[in-house]
């Protein structure tokens, strides 16, 4: 099946630890995007990519690290720069003008 | 900048009902608009794109509308029902600055009663 899969469902991370998201499409997409999703709040943008080997920062990159070394994968990591990573992190990726798809999304907690 | 409202924020409807959400967005200049449907703890599932020449799509029991020089689009849910409870999000993708970008409305929590 075609689509977009991002992995760990549920991630806790300790104090001072960096942890890695993963997301991955098979959609042939040239897009791809990470959101940040906080309870009561609407999606904010921490990264996206256009094409392989180029990225973007959005509006709360700040503690945040991506790479786009292959089409099909957008990973991100959050490092222990970010003081407040507890959230709710969406993936998607799009080609063109054309509809974008999400992942099912990694709920991520700090112990 | 762009920025997307979205009214009600929450709505609660006896089933068979027929209604509409409301999405506001303050920049007409965009390349389409998309909604989306979160249920909880879950991902975004596309329902509709609207691309900025088209005035409507249509998907089953869901229509959305989209007037781009009034800054507005409209979904109308036809004969709801229970298994549509949910939160729906409008997106605009602006055709400045970040170009490739969404920008969310906070969406509208809908909950069909039984």
């Known amino acids: 099946d075609g689509g977009i899969t991002q992995s760990p469902k549920y991630l806790f991370r300790k104090e001072g630890q960096n942890v890695t998201l993963s997301c991955e499409q098979n959609l042939n997409h040239d897009a791809m995007y990470w959101y940040r999703q906080d309870p009561g709040q609407g999606l904010r943008l921490i990264y996206y990519s256009q094409i392989v080997n180029d990225f973007q920062k959005g509006d709360i990159a700040e503690g945040y690290s991506v790479s786009r070394e292959k089409k099909e994968s957008f990973p991100l990591t959050v490092t222990s720069a970010q003081k407040n990573p507890t959230a709710f992190y969406l993936c998607a990726s799009r080609h063109m003008n054309t509809e974008a798809f999400f992942g099912q999304g990694t709920r991520l907690t700090v112990v | 900048k762009q920025e997307v409202t979205q009214i009600p924020a929450a709505l609660s409807v006896p089933e068979g009902e027929n209604l509409v959400l409301n999405c506001s967005f303050t920049d007409s200049a965009i390349y389409n608009l998309q909604w989306f449907r979160q249920d909880p703890g879950k991902g975004l599932t596309s329902l509709l794109l609207?691309?900025?020449?088209?005035r409507e799509q249509t998907s089953g029991r869901l229509n959305a509308s989209l007037d781009k020089s009034s800054g507005r689009s409209t979904l109308y849910i036809a004969a709801s029902q229970p298994g549509d409870s949910a939160t729906y999000l409008c997106a605009v993708r602006p055709r400045e600055n970040y170009g490739q970008n969404f920008v969310f409305g906070p969406g509208t929590r809908l909950s069909v009663l039984p």
């Open positions: 609207i691309q900025s020449s088209q």
